[in-house]
């Protein structure tokens, strides 16, 4: 079964740091790429960023809102992404995600997605 | 990257069509044929229903279609069924190589 499970979620102090796990299983990991997206408590949701595959030299990009604060970084020969989280706002309260992209080739649709794990900022 | 819009609300009886909206700029939009379609029902993960504009994932039903006019997108869905119910959200890759979500519709149906 093709499925990604997140992991690391909880409860952190304004100005403190998380790192946020994404196991997948059942297709060829290291092919893909990788997204994080977040959504608030009755909100939209909200693109945070993503690692490309080796073949595209890992590359990163990152939502505006956590430029500077946030790294995407993966581990191929275990199947899984991360999402490091510093500098911690209240506004980063949200279940993030991470979500495959669906082609080594040119397209934009995440086609796989984890259940979410659910992170809350707060003193 | 301002998020894409979308109106906040539709709504549409059983058997009619409804078209959801999702309006950029030539910076993610317009820029490329890149933009996919979620549906999210309450307390569950998004799923893709449709992506590059207009293309349906394997086992997602006909009735959703998506098309593109410059710097909008639309999302149709044809004879609403009650199951339709949900929060649809459209998406885009930008000229900057990130990605942006709209705001979000909630689909009633009636």
């Known amino acids: 079964e093709v499925q990604l499970v997140e992991s690391g979620g909880g409860l952190v102090q304004p100005g403190g740091s998380l790192k946020l796990s994404c196991v997948a299983s059942?297709?060829?990991?290291?092919?893909?790429?990788l997204h994080w997206v977040r959504q608030a408590s009755g909100k939209g949701l909200e693109w945070v960023g993503r690692?490309?595959?080796?073949?595209?030299?890992?590359?990163?990009a990152y939502g505006a809102s956590v430029k500077g604060r946030f790294t995407v970084s993966r581990d191929d020969s275990e199947n899984v992404a991360y999402l490091q989280m510093n500098s911690l706002e209240t506004a980063d309260t949200a279940v993030y995600y991470c979500?495959?992209?669906?082609?080594?080739?040119?397209?934009?649709?995440?086609?796989?997605w984890g259940q979410g794990t659910t992170v809350i900022v707060s003193s | 990257q301002s998020a894409l819009t979308q109106p906040a609300s539709v709504s549409g009886s059983p058997g009619q069509s409804v078209t959801i909206s999702c309006t950029g700029t030539?910076?993610?939009?317009?820029?490329?044929?890149?933009v996919s379609w979620y549906q999210q029902h309450p307390g569950k993960a998004p799923k893709l229903i449709i992506y590059?504009?207009?293309n349906r994932p394997s086992g997602v039903s006909y009735r959703f279609s998506g098309s593109k006019s410059g710097n909008t997108a639309s999302l149709t869905i044809s004879g609403l069924q009650a199951e339709d119910e949900a929060d649809y959200y459209c998406?885009?890759?930008?000229?900057?190589?990130?990605?942006?979500f709209g705001g979000g519709t909630k689909l009633t149906v009636l």
């Open positions: 998406s885009s890759y930008t000229t900057s190589s990130t990605g942006v």
């Open positions: 690692i490309r595959n080796k073949v595209q030299g890992y590359a990163t």
């Open positions: 059942g297709f060829i990991f290291s092919d893909s790429t």
């Open positions: 590059d504009v207009s």
């Open positions: 030539s910076s993610d939009v317009g820029a490329y044929n890149y």
């Open positions: 979500a495959r992209l669906r082609s080594r080739s040119s397209t934009w649709g995440f086609d796989v």
